[in-house]
């Protein structure tokens, strides 16, 4: 645990670095620019900033632009495209922001891999990515190397660990369902996880796929019993 801790300091440190090195007032002194040239943000997730947790955690970053004298309209702009919980529709919108030639990429989650696949030269920060390494964006937590920076939970080693919790919780336990997105990229590698996890703990899983919200609710509605709730077919 502490080398992950240790690993995900590393990220986090960096991610300040890169996006300072990458800012618009650092790039504009890099290339002479006026002090009136206007900037080009990119946002790229999956979940509006109408959704309420979601507005929340961009209204933080967005406050942290203009605590350090940014401001939306003035000396930048900010290109939002967000995929409304599908994430087949991510690439488009990353290509979409390459495009529009914005200057930095702030992905949120897993649609970093998307930016990464769009371009190899626009900086990219990601937030909250849960395999970085894994997902091929850096070369190790110390040393990201290319285009991309940010923050990593590493979530797909702590599944396992999730399990045996649950395990030592409900001593009995034998059978437990798992929610997965297969449209999700990270969702592959975790599962993977909790598969190899399950066979050491003597869990069996039953894996439920789930695309959109109410999808889950659909999953959930049966009314046989085994290890809690057998979903039903959807």
């Known amino acids: 645990e502490t080398r992950k801790v240790h690993a995900c300091h590393h990220v986090h440190r960096r991610s300040h670095r890169a996006a300072l090195h990458h800012s618009p007032r650092r790039a504009a002194r890099r290339r002479g620019a006026a002090a009136s040239e206007v900037f080009r943000l990119g946002l790229l997730g999956t979940v509006p900033l109408t959704e309420a947790g979601a507005s929340r955690i961009w209204d933080g970053f967005l406050e942290g632009l203009w605590q350090l004298g940014y401001v939306e309209g003035q000396d930048i702009v900010i290109e939002r495209r967000f995929s409304e ?82 395990k030592e919780a409900v001593p009995g336990l034998s059978r437990v369902a798992a929610l997965s997105n297969p449209t999700h990229p990270g969702h592959p590698r975790s599962l993977r996880e909790a598969e190899v996890a399950g066979r050491s703990l003597k869990v069996q899983l ?15 509605g049966g009314d046989e019993k085994v290890g809690g709730r057998t979903p039903r077919p959807c």
């Open 85 to 166: 919980g599908r994430y087949q529709r991510v690439p488009a919108l990353a290509a979409e922001l390459v495009r529009l030639k914005v200057d930095v990429i702030v992905a949120a989650s897993y649609t970093a891999d998307a930016a990464k696949g769009a371009t190899s030269t626009i900086p990219i920060v990601m937030t909250n990515h849960g395999d970085p390494v894994g997902g091929g964006l850096v070369a190790s937590p110390a040393r990201p190397g290319g285009n991309v920076t940010g923050l990593s939970g590493q979530s797909p080693d702590l599944v396992g660990k999730q399990l045996q919790l649950l």
């Open 206 to 220: 039953q894996i439920l796929e789930a695309r959109a919200p109410s999808d889950v609710a659909c999953l959930l």
